[in-house]
């Protein structure tokens, strides 16, 4: 089973300032990563699919990187609605699997 | 667009089963693959499982082999997943979620309550 870590669990911030999140696998998922991101009382939303495509909708200020078996999530400058959890999500064993990670909490310092 | 609804909230006692639905409307339903995430009130996401509609077959994570199983009826648009011998760690919200194209979960269900309470 591949196991996925984030870091840190929770990240306090400005706005305006960058936030970087990162995701280790536990063995290679090679690029098939995803990050949603979680706001209270809602269902998550895509982020970033395939380590570093951003899904439909999502501004340019988020971007992803990494392969193997660390990624990293970027929010260049942050704005209000982007506090919130992100949870990175690996596919490479699908089917039968999907996993997440614990997610890192993004909150207002 | 695509659109999940999902059934309401319950309420279930320990040891008893719940099934819970997801209707997908938009997109042709028979292409994809509808999985489950559930939610414990302040964790993370969990993987349950889900399955491709035309092809019937189902994927499972391994903590759940068992006690759940997903279906699809393909005539509805709506895909179902049932939780057997419920216990009290089974209190979360359940989402029923869309792989899309890219194979990742692009469309989300508005989640379902499930409480477990004796």
């Known amino acids: 089973e591949i196991v996925l870590t984030q870091s840190p669990a929770t990240l306090s911030l400005s706005l305006g300032e960058r936030a970087t999140l990162s995701c280790r696998a536990s063995q290679s998922v090679n690029n098939y990563l995803a990050w949603y991101q979680q706001k209270p009382g809602q269902a998550p939303r895509l982020v970033i699919y395939?380590?570093?495509n951003r899904a439909a909708g999502i501004p340019a200020r988020f971007s992803g990187s990494g392969s193997g078996t660390d990624f990293t999530l970027t929010i260049s400058s942050l704005e209000p609605e982007d506090f919130a959890v992100y949870y990175c999500?690996?596919?490479?064993?699908?089917?039968?699997?999907?996993?997440f990670g614990p997610g890192t909490k993004v909150d207002i310092k | 667009q695509v659109q999940l609804v999902q059934s309401g909230a319950e309420v279930k006692k320990p040891g008893s089963s719940v099934k819970v639905s997801c209707k997908a409307s938009g997109g042709t339903f028979s292409n994809y693959a509808i999985n489950w995430v559930r939610q414990a009130p302040g964790q993370g996401l969990e993987w349950m499982g889900g399955?491709?509609?035309?092809?019937?077959?189902?994927n499972y994570a391994q903590k759940f082999q068992g006690r759940v199983t997903v279906t699809a009826d393909e005539s509805t648009g709506t895909a179902y997943m049932e939780l057997s011998s419920l216990r009290s760690e089974d209190t979360a919200v359940y989402y029923c979620?869309?792989?899309?194209?890219?194979?990742?979960?692009?469309?989300w269900g508005q989640g379902t309550l499930v409480t477990v309470s004796s």
């Open positions: 999500q690996q596919r490479r064993n699908w089917p039968p699997g999907f996993t």
């Open positions: 399955t491709i509609p035309t092809v019937g077959t189902a």
């Open positions: 979620s869309r792989v899309g194209e890219q194979y990742y979960f692009d469309f």
């Open positions: 395939d380590a570093s």
